[in-house]
């Protein structure tokens, strides 16, 4: 970690608590936040000082889906290695184009490796808290919670918990289901 992070340097610091809401968190405008995964900031302790840290929270469902499909693709390169990943790409109009023959014989080939994957349980998720020092700019933190939204609450209750040394990670191995509109 470099000794030039400005994440750690009690003028940034300041400046940043003075943008946060009452709660001790800022969210960060971002198009990926939505119901299930939130990019925000915070102040806490690392290493006994005090640091900007730059988190993403997210429902476990997202984190299950999201390892689901990245098993699925991994295995879809073993089988075609000419795929790198599903692309699709629109017309004059904005509409769809039709993909050729084989990227429909792959696209079908990783729907059914999705639902088979999902059906024998073969991926697990569990809440978990990782921590990323390699960041230019203060501390990050990736945070998976088995929650049903990441709302305000869950984020205060996170940077509350966390920064008292609270926080209790649940152990327990989680899978999740596919909705259909998830399916298509």
Do not use: C, W
């Amino acid at each position: 970690m470099s000794s030039l992070n400005e994440g750690f340097d009690s003028k940034v610091i300041k400046e940043y608590k003075s943008r946060m809401n009452d709660d001790g968190y800022m969210i960060v405008e971002s198009e990926d936040n939505g119901d299930e995964y939130v990019n925000f900031i915070f102040i806490g302790k690392y290493k006994g000082r005090e640091v900007i840290y730059d988190a993403v929270i997210y429902t476990l469902r997202l984190n299950h889906h999201s390892d689901l499909y990245e098993m699925a693709e991994q295995k879809t390169v073993e089988r075609y290695p000419e795929f790198n990943s599903m692309t699709y790409s629109v017309d004059e109009n904005g509409d769809l184009k039709e993909l050729s023959e084989k990227e429909e014989e792959i696209g079908l080939y990783m729907t059914e490796l999705i639902l088979e994957l999902e059906e024998e349980g073969e991926v697990k998720v569990k809440e978990h808290v990782e921590v990323d020092t390699s960041l230019e700019f203060g501390v990050g933190l990736d945070v998976g919670l088995n929650i049903e939204e990441v709302t305000g609450k869950v984020i205060a209750e996170f940077v509350r918990d966390f920064n008292s040394g609270e926080l209790k990670l649940d152990d327990t191995l989680y899978s999740f289901e596919l909705d259909e509109s998830e399916e298509a």
